[in-house]
């Protein structure tokens, strides 16, 4: 059996199961939702937040919102992919359209550690993931597969719950949670007070502060300050 019939084999199987069906339901709407409250915001030329602009990410943001009418076209390109989503004739349109966007936003706030989106982001891509595979059906055909007749025959309705699917998806948040908010020395926090407050409990309480200063008040990017954390912690 080639990989091909394989996994049509094994999409077949997926596809007669209501749970994961409405598993993909629960993700377009959840994804949707996700951005049709930013898109609007650019849409209505407001400002997404009212992190400084001495913060990578609110810098980052402030520069956007100065970009003419790219700005609300980056709010209505967000809106069409929401709505492309929850409608089910259009649904594959909007997975594809918004894979490359999730992960461009995904990618951005793990490099300057933005707390809005620094768990929901990797989550929201895992989610785009699930319906790329969801309707793989329709675009195995762009893969780089050795095109043959399929041999799978139609499979059954299988409306058992699966228990090892979803103990899996459990297991992938909770994984995914604790290795990105293991993975910063510190974080930045929305706000220089945030930030100091998490020194409190930190060992090097100087070097924290120096941490937060280098960010809130000095507007250093996030990799130099936490270049600089480091350093000071292993002296």
């Known amino acids: 059996m ?5 996994l049509d084999k094994i999409h077949l199987s997926v596809k007669s199961n209501k749970w994961f069906r409405y598993f993909a339901i629960f993700n377009r709407i959840a994804l949707a939702a996700g951005f049709i409250p930013s898109g609007l915001t650019k849409i ?4 997404f937040t009212s992190l400084s602009v001495n913060h990578p990410m609110g810098n980052y943001l402030e520069a956007l919102y100065h970009t003419g009418y790219y700005y609300p076209f980056i709010g209505y390109v967000q809106v069409t992919t929401a709505l492309l989503l929850l409608i089910p004739r ?3 349109l909007g997975a594809v359209l ?7 936003i995904c990618i951005l706030s793990l490099a300057v550690g933005f707390e809005g989106s620094l768990i929901t982001s990797p989550l929201m891509v895992l989610a785009n993931l699930y319906l790329l595979c969801w309707d793989y059906d329709k675009l195995k055909f762009i893969l780089p597969f050795k095109r043959i007749k399929s041999e799978v025959e139609q499979s059954t309705s299988n409306n058992k719950f699966p228990v090892k699917f979803f103990l899996g998806v459990f297991v992938t948040v909770v994984l995914t949670v604790l290795i990105i908010t293991n993975s910063y020395d510190k974080k930045t926090r929305n706000t220089l007070q945030d930030c100091y407050n998490d020194c ?3 060992d090097d309480t100087q070097s924290c502060y120096d941490f937060c200063d280098c960010i809130h008040t000095q507007g250093q990017s996030f990799s130099k300050c936490s270049e600089e954390l480091r350093k000071a912690k292993n002296k």
């Open 2 to 6: 080639n990989l091909a019939t394989h």
């Open 44 to 47: 209505f030329d407001e400002r």
């Open 90 to 92: 259009t649904a594959t």
């Open 98 to 104: 918004y894979f490359p966007i999730i992960v461009n």
């Open 200 to 202: 409190k409990s930190s």
